[in-house]
Nanobody, 115 residues
C-alpha cells in the first residue's frame, strides 16, 4: 500500500513563503514521478510542478520562478518551496506519485495566502 503524507501548509501573507513536504513509501518513491497539484474552491485540480526520478522538473507557467520542486531520495520525500506567494495561490495542495501509469494521492494540505 502506497502512502503519501503531506505537511507544511498554513496561512501566510502575500509575498511570504511556505515549504510543503510529502513523505512516501520507500520502494515506491525511488522509481516514481512525483508532483504537486492544487485545487481552489470551484476549480479543477491542476498540476503545479513535477519531478521525475532522474530529477528533471517542469512547472506550471503561473508558478515559474517562484516555486521550486525537489526530491530527497534518501528521505523518500518531495518538497515544494513556495516563495513570493500570491492570494491566487490559495488552494488545497495535493502530493501525487505516479508509477507505471498508476496515480497515488495524498490527503491534501491547505495553503491560504492573505492579501
Amino acid at each position: 500500500q502506497v502512502q503519501l503524507v503531506e505537511s507544511g501548509g498554513g496561512l501566510v501573507q502575500a509575498g511570504g513563503s511556505l515549504r510543503l513536504s510529502c513523505a512516501a513509501s520507500g520502494s515506491f518513491f525511488r522509481t516514481a514521478s512525483m508532483a504537486w497539484y492544487r485545487q481552489a474552491p470551484g476549480k479543477q485540480r491542476d498540476l503545479v510542478a513535477r519531478v521525475i526520478s532522474d530529477g528533471s522538473t517542469n512547472y506550471a507557467d503561473s508558478v515559474k520562478g517562484r516555486f521550486t520542486i525537489s526530491r530527497d531520495n534518501a528521505k523518500n520525500t518531495v518538497y515544494l518551496q513556495m516563495n513570493s506567494l500570491k492570494p491566487d495561490d490559495t488552494a488545497v495542495y495535493y502530493c501525487n506519485g505516479n508509477r507505471w501509469g498508476i496515480d497515488f494521492w495524498g490527503q491534501g494540505t491547505q495553503v491560504t495566502v492573505s492579501s
